[in-house]
T-cell receptor, first 112, second 112 residues
Framework: ETGVTQSPTHLIKTRGQQVTLRCSSQSGHNTVSWYQQALGQGPQFIFQYYREEENGRGNFPPRFSGLQFPNYSSELNVNALELDDSALYLC???????????FGPGTRLTVL | AQRVTQPEKLLSVFKGAPVELKCNYSYSGSPELFWYVQYSRQRLQLLLRHISRESIKGFTADLNKGETSFHLKKPFAQEEDSAMYYCALRGAGGTSYGKLTFGQGTILTVHP
């Protein structure tokens, strides 16, 4: 069984730029959730995708958007990057919205 | 609104001593409660969930709805238990569907 993978591992952007982060879900999982983890904090829920539709959203502005593809992989897009967007971005996949969530290793984003 | 509080950022014990990691929550309905663990250089993984009522790696946690707590306990700590522990809550539905709300985490260090 292949686990959740994320790419890239880390990247550096400047304020105002746009970024796309990618997540491949675990085999057999149809749901992907995205979290932002700032330094010293617990993960914060951004949104969840189930069968290519957004299925729940946390308190993040519209410049955080996502996609899910027919193979259940997912992208997180962040526009107009701000310094406070610097964080570890985690994705988790599950069977359905209420299934156990399996986490990827994360993408470390630094905004300068 | 759902909220999870872990009052201790750091907890140190000696090997063989009992350990209790505290977690309090705020949620108006019937939540699902979880403990996640992150060992050094590893990804976040589920340790246990209240509905399964299992003991994993010697850890147990009981949901106390009266005190809105879900403390994690182990009678005899081992050095390999040293890790970051997160308590998390998931709501039953509506805007909470699929959303895990995490506490800030507790770093447990078990000394030899």
């Amino acid at each position: 069984e292949t686990g959740v993978t994320q790419s890239p591992t880390h990247l550096i952007k400047t304020r105002g730029q746009q970024v796309t982060l990618r997540c491949s879900s675990q085999s057999g999982h149809n749901t992907v959730s995205w979290y932002q983890q700032a330094l010293g904090q617990g993960p914060q829920f951004i949104f969840q995708y189930y069968r290519e539709e957004e299925n729940g959203r946390g308190n993040f502005p519209p410049r955080f958007s996502g996609l899910q593809f027919p193979n259940y992989s997912s992208e997180l897009n962040v526009n107009a990057l701000e310094l406070d967007d610097s964080a570890l971005y985690l994705c988790a996949s599950s069977r359905g919205g209420q299934g156990e969530q399996f986490f990827g290793p994360g993408t470390r984003l630094t905004v300068l | 609104a759902q909220r999870v509080t872990q009052p201790e950022k750091l907890l140190s014990v000696f090997k063989g001593a009992p350990v209790e990691l505290k977690c309090n929550y705020s949620y108006s309905g019937s939540p699902e409660l979880f403990w996640y663990v992150q060992y050094s250089r590893q990804r976040l993984q589920l340790l246990l969930r209240h509905i399964s009522r299992e003991s994993i790696k010697g850890f147990t946690a009981d949901l106390n709805k009266g005190e809105t707590s879900f403390h994690l306990k182990k009678p005899f700590a081992q050095e390999e238990d040293s890790a970051m522990y997160y308590c998390a809550l998931r709501g039953a539905g509506g805007t909470s569907y699929g959303k895990l709300t995490f506490g800030q985490g507790t770093i447990l260090t078990v000394h030899p």
